[in-house]
């Protein structure tokens, strides 16, 4: 596999689209690297690629704020990751919020992945940062959720994902490429991109779906 | 029952919304001719109106590529139809997709109705084809779901629809009018429409509504 | 605390953000106001503040027209207000409409909070008139549920309404602020603000968050 | 109607079953008294029949043992009733457990449904109290949700209860006798159940379904 | 294949669980068999085996009793067969009841699977005819749902099932075998339990499980 | 803490019940360690107490029997742990089943908690072995989903659990006691249980519950 810079990888990954990167996964026998269908952008126009970069957090009551890791968390967030948020299935708090999003614009990083909720909506849209939940809520996580661990392996929508793994996501959802098969997804999506950019052609030019079907065996 | 052609019946229909329709169907006794709340346009502008073209599907692992009945259903669609698409409940795969919003497009039709998932959302979005759905998912129908027949009778969101059943959907979701009352609730429908545009008027100068109420018995 | 007259109290409810509401509410112990996260603004640009005008209704199979309250109800409406509905758990109706809306406007009142439906969609977002409900439905009211009471205790989202509360709505959901905490509330709110809005700026200079947090005792 | 002691009226209620009390209802035009299909007794052994004793209450995160309303609740039961908890929608907490079980009792109460959850369960087995509820779970109330009012207006299942309507469960579920109907379903339930009989046996006789239908008008 | 009377064919699926006749079917490619898992028995001893008896009815609100199709489905039950009716999705009512068990019996039907609800289930317990359905609920399908068709295609629980296709159900639910397979389905069973009866002495013996499951290639 | 041999940690943990044991954790600030509530046991009268042998799967269609981590999770079960499995949201497969019973059993295991579901039911109500989970399913596991780790931190129905935490189940649901608090919760719910029984004989007698509640400050 060629060796692919991460700014290089990130936009062309961008330039794809989730549907494309998921048949890629899917001819590579790996069937269940889809988010949960729930997990989707705050707007049909958001689009995300990077690195995951994991946190994990669990319900929690106590409004002690010296036990915050999440303001660690931020931090640690890398350049060109997407903040990637395993909630513990809790369904009340908004676990991304506006401040958030600037600690993660100011350290780079370019969209996150919540399995949970978002507050600061209409905020969070003026920056154009993509983000990724199950839901909208203001509930803050201060006394229902605490951060309690970051870089390690958590589950989003059902799909393990381990730091640096690839998520990928748009107006269809979220897929995760493991970071072994990042190139080499790339490199069959992009393919998968071009060989319908021709069917599209021709179907366009009104000829037989099915013809074109047995031709190019995919549709 | 006059006879409409059927150009001037989709635009008339287009021109309705499908709240007043609904309410000519409640007229007439038909109070379950609404499809499930949960399968809505992928944006409010949405609208769509015209007849059922039906297919039917079900899950199904093969990926075998010469069993799939869907490239022919898509060649079989007709000017003016909707596709409707009842895909037995799987809640995975995103059953409609941008060649199929191509291949309806060549052949004149004019919208989906799908009891299933959509992927390729940006694509279809940039088309402006009218796709309705109970969710938006990035994974293919190969080796997931399979369409085993088309011009049949289905059921999508409860309500039974048979080929050429007319569906009327925007942003309030969709409702089906069954083939013998299309005029018959066409008619109604736009008495209903007239109607309300008098009430609206008299309320926007400040009368009662309660007194309105009594006078037109409806609100 | 000072008296604050209704139409600016509104006006600064609607400057601030339901996020900052529900955080200056759980500082005061008030951690279950708010609204169940299904209950969401038609579009996310859409923003409500004012004191709840309530009303209450139920399932109902009749379609006698004499004993629709719910007309009543838009008729008594007074400005400032939002209209807060309780539609005890009744899942297929369109509780909300166009007519309803367009009474509401003449009388003033600022938007409408449904724990149901909303149905003449389109019609509504032409009118700009902010919307808040668990789904969209194109099914009548008629026949299928009843306004029974109005300017009475509910429930919406599981959140207690009395007439009178405060309703604070935007992208990220609904909050309910108890009548006598309104202004203690809104003041706080304010502050909470201005100390984000300070954090925000430092965060943009790259400053720890950890630090910040350390510092302010709130992210 | 005649006048039934209390006494008889639980206990020809309770020879009945629920389907058929529903039946009756619905040839009044009630068709909408049946609570929500989720609140289901413990066991499928256990019947309830009595007026309704209301309690409501709603989340609520203080832990301060003076402000519990629950109590006086319980020691305000009266001989006959069925002990009826409107939750307000909370869904973690073990709303009705052991300790009420046995106050319930003491005071003459016959059962309980409770639009919420159940802790507790193996004690209460024991007792052979029957409970009617939406789920189980070990979560103690204190801390979590708050008895606010009783002998009010509630809503269980989306069924509006007043104190004194009827409450009528089996292993099907519950119905709500509405208090003016009291007497008129039960014996219009009573004939319900009589016919059936007949039907039956002649069913069990091997006569056509179709032909005793057209007989009897019902089945 | 050899040829299996039909008395013997269900005995011998009786004899079998579900969980081995599931385990036959994936081995021949058949992945989809097994019906949505909200569709349970009454109680855990129910088991049920037998062709489909086909019915499929969907909501309906006239009670005008000339036109309910359900009776004469009754009267057409032929003996050995399992009822199986798809309703379309309606949650509310109870399709199934007493009369149709009665109407069953009588007829030498052996069970009922229902995608939807069962009422009068005190009295079905009694008679010891296996129900397995999604839900329970007293209310009367008269005004609420109707039977439109019988021994015609449907689908329940997201499987399609014709009519003389193969139904086993037990404690772990429903699965459907297709009328080609049932023979063939049947013997690759007996095997599987055969095999798992050895492995289960086995393991019982304290032996390796994953040496076994090397032995025996599955577990 | 005093330290106590397994044993009786098991035995004594398994004569309280989980209520106690979750008021005992509330008492702690421990708000957060009931399990999802549907994960219930198979029938009421199933109790399991001891410490968790977690083990972790994910979605997967491979059929390649070499790969299957389960078996060997098996032949390392502990004597008196309960199986714990976090199966990454999967809901389609039966998780738990017979020979995975079979094999707990052979090695001491005294129960087992699955977030997912359960297959061969009726054999294991036979051997009485207790099992908890969230739905029973005849889907074998083989081709859909596989263990990949054991011994390993999990999360089961929104509960973190580490291996060594103790599980503690009955008809109310699971509790999990964090392995630092095993001894203390267990001292703490005794005396739940003994002050319980206290007020349980007084509010028999017919005493005020207010009263009791009073000089209690529980109930």
């Not at 803050?140 to 690839?166: E, H, L, Q, S, Y």
């Not at 072994?180 to 999506?189: G, N, Q, S, Y």
Request: aromatic letters at 6%; one cysteine or more.
């Amino acid at each position: 596999m060629p060796d692919i810079p991460i700014e290089e990888l990130c936009a062309r990954y961008r330039r794809l689209y989730t549907a494309a990167v998921a048949d890629a996964l899917d001819d590579k026998g790996q069937w269940h690297q889809i988010v949960d269908r729930r997990i989707q952008p705050l707007t049909l126009e958001m689009r995300v690629a990077g690195p995951a970069f994991t946190m994990l957090g669990r319900p929690e009551r106590s409004t002690d704020r010296a036990i915050r890791k999440g303001v660690k968390a931020v931090d640690a967030l890398r350049p060109h990751t997407v903040a990637v948020m395993d909630c513990s299935g809790e369904e009340i708090t908004g676990h991304w919020g506006e401040l958030l999003t600037n600690g993660a614009l100011v350290r780079g990083a370019t969209g996150a992945v919540i399995d949970g909720g978002t507050r600061d909506v209409a905020a969070i849209l003026k920056m154009g940062f993509p983000v990724f939940s199950k839901f909208r809520s203001p509930a803050d996580a201060k006394g229902r959720w605490n951060v309690v661990d970051f870089d390690c392996p958590v589950t989003i929508g059902g799909v393990p994902v381990a730091p640096g793994d690839f998520i990928v996501g748009d107006a269809d959802g979220v897929v995760v490429v493991p970071r072994d098969l990042v190139v080499e997804v790339l490199l069959e999506a992009e393919e998968v991109v071009k060989t319908e950019t021709e069917i599209r052609q021709r179907v366009k030019d009104g000829q037989s779906v099915a013809k074109l079907y047995m031709e190019y065996k995919r549709f």
